[in-house]
């Protein structure tokens, strides 16, 4: 009974059953087999939807009935700077020069498109996992980081898409070396710009997360973010250069400010340095 008694106590810390390094490893590849489960399912409806999903959404950029141009140019005499999107026909032709290319590319735009729908399910099989490891004053902040970070992501995705590619690829369709050379833009090189700053975006939008978990494993403080501020800004406003190379300053402006915020929402959340003893 005591030997027993002895073992249960030693399996036991505050109240919840510890667990081995395979028994952690179990509980891993069951959460990796159900997120392969749901991965393959989105891949297969996203298959099936691509048509529709590729005319309306993943190709809406081509033409000026694109909601975000049409958005933009009823502004337009509004805000100075502001770009010419009256252009009602701007129209981009996509061509594709290699025979397996369409089919190759219907199969990776419904992987990477499943996988971002997939992105909470991900977050939340893996807090599944983390949260037995946490203490309960630790699960709260944890847990607001991961769903923090979920938000941001797709916030990213969404400011990639409504406004670094249609800006970027616009300008980058219209423009003319000379006037003997008509772009002729292919499908390979479309999609990988779209995902790129798309998904670039996404995980440009995760560094106050990073900052964060940096603070907090005592590498990075709010004092560091601070002194650095202007260097940040030229950085930031050299990034933006290269994201939207149009050269006019509402396109810049309008990639550096959410770049400046997630600078500026960084120094907010990350941790002030620890006092030095005896000061």
């Given at each position: 009974m005591s030997g027993k008694g002895q073992d249960l106590s030693a399996e036991q810390t505050h109240g919840e059953v510890q667990m081995s390094f395979w028994d952690h490893l179990e509980v891993l590849r069951w959460a990796l087999i159900r997120i392969a489960i749901v991965l393959v399912i989105l891949v297969v409806a996203s298959f099936l939807a691509m048509?529709?999903?590729?005319?309306?959404?993943?190709?809406?950029?081509?033409?000026?009935?694109?909601?975000?141009?049409?958005?933009?140019?009823?502004?337009?005499?509004?805000?100075?700077f502001f770009p010419d999107f009256?252009?009602?026909?701007?129209?981009?032709?996509?061509?594709?020069?290699?025979?397996?290319?369409?089919?190759?590319?219907?199969?990776?735009?419904?992987?990477?498109l499943s996988l971002v729908a997939l992105f909470p399910y991900i977050v939340y099989e893996l807090w599944k996992f983390v949260s037995p490891a946490l203490y309960s004053s630790e699960k709260k902040s944890v847990s607001h980081a991961f769903f923090a970070g979920t938000f941001m992501f797709y916030l990213g995705c969404a400011v990639g898409y409504c406004i670094i590619f249609p800006f970027t690829f616009r300008f980058l369709a219209e423009y003319q070396v000379s006037q003997t050379i008509v772009n002729q833009i292919s499908m390979t090189s479309y999609m990988s710009n779209f995902l790129g700053m798309v998904f670039i975006m996404?995980?440009?939008?995760?560094?106050?997360?990073?900052?964060?978990?940096?603070?907090?494993?005592?590498?990075?403080?709010?004092?560091?973010?601070?002194?650095?501020?202007?260097?940040?800004?030229?950085?930031?406003?050299?990034?933006?250069?290269?994201?939207?190379?149009?050269?006019?300053?509402?396109?810049?402006?309008?990639?550096?400010?959410?770049?400046?915020?997630?600078?500026?929402?960084?120094?907010?959340?990350v941790r002030p340095a620890e006092p030095e003893p005896g000061s």
């Open positions: 048509p529709h999903i590729f005319d309306t959404l993943i190709l809406g950029p081509t033409t000026s009935d694109f909601f975000i141009y049409r958005w933009f140019a009823s502004m337009g005499n509004a805000i100075p009256s252009d009602d026909g701007f129209h981009v032709d996509i061509i594709n020069i290699n025979v397996a290319s369409q089919f190759m590319t219907h199969i990776s735009t419904s992987f990477w996404g995980v440009i939008f995760e560094l106050p997360l990073l900052a964060w978990l940096l603070s907090r494993l005592g590498i990075l403080h709010r004092e560091f973010l601070q002194n650095y501020r202007r260097h940040a800004i030229v950085v930031l406003l050299v990034l933006a250069a290269v994201i939207t190379p149009t050269g006019d300053p509402f396109s810049l402006m309008l990639v550096f400010v959410p770049l400046y915020l997630l600078y500026e929402l960084a120094v907010r959340i």
